[in-house]
């Protein structure tokens, strides 16, 4: 009996390591995105421009705006229970933010080479200027998908729409996003955020900056969309890591990761004090023999 209580100390010293490190694993990042400062001095035309984070907020689905080609779109018509929904407002004669937020994610797009618009979850770029016109609208979707390499596939899961300056105000108080007009330039003061929406237009999580790291965003659309589209080493990693708002990146869940830790290691334990016993019963038995 002395191996086996030999494996006993030294299989409960392993464990009490795991179990510390387990602990300690909350400081790791599974993925790191810092927040930009905001500056200390802000001129009049951002006063009151930002987000207010709504979650669980209900996007009205009854809402009619209009796409890119003219067609008339029910929001809740964009919401089929499976898929949920990346939320922008933005504007096509944005002279620069709104092009290097949209560009951004479409570079991050090009990096979920498993996720794409129309498959797994959808678009909608809202338009701030309730006077874009159509062909303003189009020109502007089709210069930014020309940089996303799997245009083709993207075009029916990415839409672009209008609406009424009452709409637009409606739907972004909705959703917390704060914007202002500035006459002097005749541009829209507003802040780079995707808003997402889960498949019933509920509002599940903001992303802020102009670049999106693709784990992050991918594992912000596992955790709403039907279980179809998730793939099992995201499911897993969801089970162990959850969404640190502060930092913009999921973290190390501590509890969970040392409850599946000490979970596989109760089973490899016993395992190995049985496959001991039957060691030293066959040992005991041959010099018996």
Same mark, same amino acid.
């Given at each position: 009996?002395?191996?086996?209580?030999?494996?006993?100390?030294?299989?409960?010293? &392993?464990?009490?390591?795991?179990? @510390?490190?387990?602990?300690?694993?909350?400081?790791?990042?599974?993925?790191?995105?810092?927040?930009?400062?905001?500056a200390a001095y802000q001129p009049d035309?951002?006063?009151?421009?930002?987000?207010?984070?709504?979650?669980?907020?209900?996007?009205?689905?009854? @809402?009619?705006?209009?796409?890119?080609?003219?067609?008339?779109?029910?929001?809740?018509?964009?919401?089929?229970?499976?898929?949920? &929904?990346?939320?922008?407002?933005?504007?096509?004669?944005?002279?620069?933010?709104?092009?290097?937020?949209?560009?951004?994610?479409?570079?991050?797009?090009?990096?979920?080479?498993?996720?794409?618009?129309?498959?797994?979850?959808?678009?909608?770029?809202?338009?701030?200027?309730?006077?874009?016109?159509?062909?303003?609208?189009?020109?502007?979707?089709?210069?930014?998908?020309?940089?996303?390499?799997?245009?083709?596939? &993207?075009?029916?899961?990415?839409?672009? !729409?209008?609406?009424?300056?009452?709409?637009?105000?409606?739907?972004?108080?909705?959703?917390?996003?704060?914007?202002?007009?500035?006459?002097?330039?005749?541009?829209?003061?507003?802040? %780079?955020?995707?808003?997402?929406?889960?498949?019933?237009?509920?509002?599940?999580?903001? !992303?802020?900056?102009?670049?999106?790291?693709?784990?992050?965003?991918?594992?912000?659309?596992?955790?709403?969309?039907?279980?179809?589209?998730?793939?099992?080493?995201?499911?897993?990693?969801?089970?162990?890591?959850?969404?640190?708002?502060?930092?913009?990146?999921?973290? %190390?869940?501590?509890?969970?990761?040392?409850?599946? &830790?000490?979970?596989?290691?109760?089973?490899?334990?016993?395992?190995?004090?049985?496959?001991?016993?039957?060691?030293?019963?066959?040992?005991?038995?041959?010099?018996?023999?």
């Amino acid at each position: 009996m002395a191996i086996t209580r030999f494996a006993f100390m030294h299989c409960t010293a &392993v464990v009490a390591v795991m179990v @510390m490190g387990g602990v300690n694993a909350q400081q790791s990042h599974f993925d790191v995105e810092q927040r930009g400062q905001s500056a200390a001095y802000q001129p009049d035309s951002l006063e009151g421009v930002g987000i207010d984070e709504k979650l669980e907020a209900q996007v009205p689905g009854d @809402m009619v705006f209009t796409d890119s080609a003219g067609k008339r779109v029910r929001l809740g018509d964009l919401f089929d229970g499976e898929r949920p &929904v990346i939320l922008t407002m933005n504007y096509a004669s944005c002279p620069q933010l709104c092009g290097l937020q949209l560009n951004g994610f479409v570079k991050t797009l090009e990096n979920m080479e498993d996720w794409t618009p129309g498959n797994q979850f959808r678009v909608v770029t809202i338009s701030l200027d309730p006077n874009e016109t159509a062909e303003r609208s189009a020109d502007f979707r089709n210069a930014l998908l020309s940089n996303y390499g799997r245009r083709e596939q &993207v075009l029916g899961g990415w839409s672009f !729409l209008r609406g009424s300056e009452e709409d637009i105000r409606h739907l972004a108080d909705v959703v917390g996003f704060r914007y202002n007009f500035v006459e002097e330039t005749g541009q829209y003061a507003h802040t %780079a955020a995707l808003m997402l929406l889960d498949p019933q237009g509920r509002v599940a999580r903001y !992303l802020y900056g102009i670049d999106f790291k693709p784990s992050t965003l991918r594992l912000s659309l596992s955790e709403t969309a039907d279980s179809k589209f998730v793939s099992t080493i995201d499911a897993l990693i969801l089970r162990c890591f959850m969404y640190d708002a502060a930092s913009g990146s999921f973290v %190390a869940d501590a509890w969970n990761l040392t409850r599946y &830790v000490l979970s596989f290691l109760a089973l490899f334990f016993f395992a190995f004090l049985a496959w001991l016993f039957r060691l030293e019963r066959k040992t005991r038995k041959a010099k018996v023999a």
